[in-house]
């Protein structure tokens, strides 16, 4: 069942052209790695899904589970099941991780979360995921180290449970070890009812998960879409064969 | 348009205005035929009636500030300096007048006090109309109660005490305050008397045109420890209010006193408040501050370290919005050696509020091995709101430890994205932020008055995006 559709998306910063008319269509328990050098607009994919107001949509259509969500905002998109892992997440000093994480629960559900399934349920992910019980009383991402920070993004994304989860750069400076806990949370997430979008620019998060599209991003096209085979090929000869084009 | 919609907002229960009823308002003006009146109103012994005259005199002869807001609508033939609330000096509820007592139930004073304080003390317009402490506390030897009952019931303590710590030629509104001070609190704690349990005055000013100035006393004595908590609010009036009032706090040697305040005048007040603590042997002073009313604030709380070892934290947050200058700070005086000071202010402002921190640090040539260390951080929510750091660092000895950061933001976009893409909306985002920027301080303050300045901050914010 289709879940997300992009339709000849073009989209620029106030000061270039940056997506020239991208086409994508993700069902339902599928995963898809975008792939790319930097700068050609992997990130500016994700941003534009959320409709993030600093990338201006000039033309094309983002359709998510049947409704015309283009020019919501960037909460109501949230809300209708779409999360984003960032690259650099933000600090957000005096909330504590649990209180942020059900505010936004709430927010995401439109239900009241009741307390102590939300703790039992927040230490069950933690533990998974290797992380320090005693962070979730810490402030959002204040002090927290890279891998940190991605692990809580994932942690976030097990909590909130959308149905179509953009993970940005998410195993960008993570060691063997935090790639590893990583994949196994976004295992975790996987189901037949949602869906994955992973933005990489290297394949080393992809060996641990079964990946059923691979698409390459150059110069803001999707220049040829592929299974995993293509990101092998990627990883072996670079991007060089595909700038020609 | 967001902004006319900020002056329209409904500050809800601080606005609710009874009728100006009264039992005696005194004329508008200052002079020393007025005074006398109001020490005869008050039944003041002649030496407090002395005391007023001669405050008065101090006050014609000092100038108003040269520095800091301007002041020149406060024209005190305007302003009636004393206004007595139809009722007398209540110790329960039931008594004190129905329109009142409505007013200080919806501020949840009653219930507060049902739930977690010691004890309470209500002031309204120039009187207090109500104070109450638990039994077991009387029977330690505390004393909590009006000032007007103290300057009769124990003389010898208010005349070794009153207005020492702040002298009345400290400036123009102390001159002031001493000569038509009306209400307030005085409390003893005995030595060694641990009061767990805080203790809070509320004062609220319902009269249009008037002025309140209560004065609160606090003698915390040797290894005695008290938690005081000071509210106050007024509903908004098309003309100035003043309120000129002061705070003066003994903590004795090996004494502990945490001083809170949650102020939410309204905002044609200009407060011109003063606060002081002096700090004995190894005693502490720790301030919290919530500001949030005012038109102008001019407020400095100032701990005096005379004691080896004497600490004092401050703790505050201003938050300005239209129309507003906060103009807040903190003082600090180290005059011991091992004394130590730690500073953490904080300011927001909005829709061309002004906030700015003004402070001084002085550490004598005698406070040897002393600490102190200054944090300040403003954050302006828009480009047409102001704020300022007006430091002043007067280090007179070379063995210190010094510090002073300084940090003025503003709200990214990419955070109030980032917060977006977890579902919630600009509103929630910047409310989010900011109130865990004020967090430092919310976290000081009991629980109920936590929720009370997350109200505060959330009521502010309403209306300001759009």
């Given at each position: 069942m289709k879940l997300l559709e992009i339709k000849d998306l073009y989209v620029k910063t106030p000061d270039k052209e940056i997506l020239k008319g991208i086409n994508l269509n993700i069902n339902k328990g599928e995963i898809h790695v975008i792939m790319g050098p930097n700068g050609s607009g992997k990130t500016t994919t994700a941003n534009a899904i959320l409709n993030n107001p600093a990338y201006v949509k000039?033309?094309?259509?983002?359709?998510?589970?049947?409704?015309?969500?283009?020019?919501?905002?960037?909460?109501?998109?949230?809300?209708?099941?779409?999360?984003?892992?960032?690259?650099?997440?933000?600090?957000?000093?005096?909330?504590?991780?649990?209180?942020?994480?059900?505010?936004?629960?709430?927010?995401?559900?439109?239900?009241?979360?009741?307390?102590?399934?939300?703790?039992?349920?927040?230490?069950?992910?933690?533990?998974?995921?290797?992380?320090?019980?005693?962070?979730?009383?810490?402030?959002?991402?204040?002090?927290?180290?890279?891998?940190?920070?991605?692990?809580?993004?994932?942690?976030?994304?097990?909590?909130?449970?959308?149905?179509?989860?953009?993970?940005?750069?998410?195993?960008?400076?993570?060691?063997?070890?935090?790639?590893?806990?990583?994949?196994?949370?976004?295992?975790?997430?996987?189901?037949?009812?949602?869906?994955?979008?992973?933005?990489?620019?290297?394949?080393?998060?992809?060996?641990?998960?079964?990946?059923?599209?691979?698409?390459?991003?150059?110069?803001?096209?999707?220049?040829?879409?592929?299974?995993?085979?293509?990101?092998?090929?990627?990883?072996?000869?670079?991007?060089?064969?595909?700038?020609?084009? | 348009m967001a902004k006319t919609i900020i002056e329209e907002i409904n500050r809800n229960i601080y606005d609710i205005k009874n009728k100006d009823e009264y039992d005696f308002k005194i004329q508008k003006g200052l002079t020393p035929e007025i005074i006398n009146e109001i020490s005869k109103q008050k039944n003041d012994p002649e030496w407090m009636r002395e005391f007023r005259l001669k405050a008065l005199e101090v006050y014609n002869k000092l100038e108003l500030p040269t520095w800091g807001p301007e002041l020149s609508e406060l024209n005190m033939n305007e302003i009636a300096t004393y206004v007595r609330p139809k009722t007398k000096l209540n110790n329960s509820w039931e008594d004190v007048p129905e329109d009142i007592k409505n007013t200080f139930d919806k501020l949840g004073i009653p219930e507060a006090e049902k739930k977690s304080l010691a004890g309470v003390g209500a002031q309204y317009d120039s009187e207090v109309v109500y104070h109450s402490m638990k039994e077991d506390l009387i029977k330690q030897g505390v004393i909590y109660t009006d000032m007007e009952t103290a300057v009769i019931e124990y003389p010898d303590l208010v005349k070794t005490h009153f207005m020492k710590c702040v002298p009345v030629h400290d400036h123009k509104f102390v001159a002031l305050h001493g000569a038509v001070w009306s209400g307030g609190s005085f409390v003893y704690v005995p030595k060694g008397v641990k009061v767990d349990i805080p203790l809070q005055s509320y004062f609220r000013l319902n009269s249009p045109e008037s002025g309140q100035f209560e004065h609160t006393l606090i003698i915390v004595d040797e290894g005695a420890s008290l938690h005081f908590i000071e509210g106050c609010s007024a509903p908004k009036y098309n003309k100035i209010n003043l309120h000129a009032g002061c705070v003066e706090l003994y903590v004795k040697d090996n004494a502990y006193l945490r001083y809170s305040t949650i102020e939410n005048w309204s905002k044609n007040m200009l407060n011109l408040n003063t606060k002081k603590a002096i700090v004995g042997e190894n005693a502490q002073i720790d301030w919290v501050t919530g500001s949030f009313g005012s038109k102008i604030s001019m407020l400095y709380p100032m701990s005096v370290l005379n004691g080896k070892g004497a600490k004092t934290e401050f703790t505050g947050i201003s938050f300005a919005g239209k129309g507003q200058n906060l103009d807040n700070g903190f003082k600090v005086i180290h005059n011991a050696p091992n004394t130590s000071s730690v500073v953490n202010a904080k300011s927001i402002s909005k829709n061309g509020g002004k906030c700015t921190y003004r402070s001084l640090v002085r550490i004598n040539e005698n406070a040897k091995n002393s600490k102190s260390s200054v944090s300040c951080e403003s954050l302006m929510l828009d480009d047409i709101s102001i704020s300022d750091t007006i430091p002043v660092n007067d280090i007179r000895t070379d063995d210190v430890e010094f510090s002073h950061e300084a940090k003025i933001g503003k709200i990214s976009d990419k955070t109030i994205f980032y917060l977006m893409s977890r579902g919630l909306s600009e509103e929630d985002a910047k409310a989010m932020i900011v109130r865990g920027f004020a967090y430092p301080t919310s976290k000081e303050l009991p629980v109920e008055y936590a929720v009370e300045m997350n109200n505060l901050i959330d009521l502010e914010l309403e209306g300001a995006i759009g």
């Open positions: 000039e033309k094309g259509k983002i359709i998510f589970d049947g409704q015309d969500i283009t020019n919501l905002k960037t909460d109501e998109i949230a809300r209708k099941g779409i999360f984003m892992s960032f690259q650099l997440p933000e600090e957000i000093p005096g909330i504590t991780v649990s209180n942020f994480l059900r505010y936004a629960k709430n927010k995401v559900t439109g239900k009241p979360v009741k307390i102590f399934e939300f703790k039992d349920e927040l230490k069950k992910y933690m533990e998974e995921l290797n992380m320090n019980s005693k962070n979730v009383e810490r402030s959002l991402n204040v002090g927290f180290s890279g891998g940190e920070k991605k692990k809580n993004e994932i942690l976030q994304l097990l909590v909130l449970k959308p149905k179509l989860a953009i993970l940005d750069e998410t195993d960008s400076g993570l060691d063997v070890d935090a790639i590893r806990t990583v994949s196994k949370g976004i295992e975790m997430f996987k189901n037949n009812d949602n869906a994955i979008l992973i933005i990489t620019h290297n394949t080393k998060i992809l060996s641990s998960l079964k990946v059923d599209y691979v698409h390459i991003l150059i110069d803001g096209k999707i220049v040829k879409t592929g299974t995993q085979e293509l990101a092998k090929e990627i990883e072996e000869n670079g991007y060089e064969k595909y700038k020609i084009m | -």
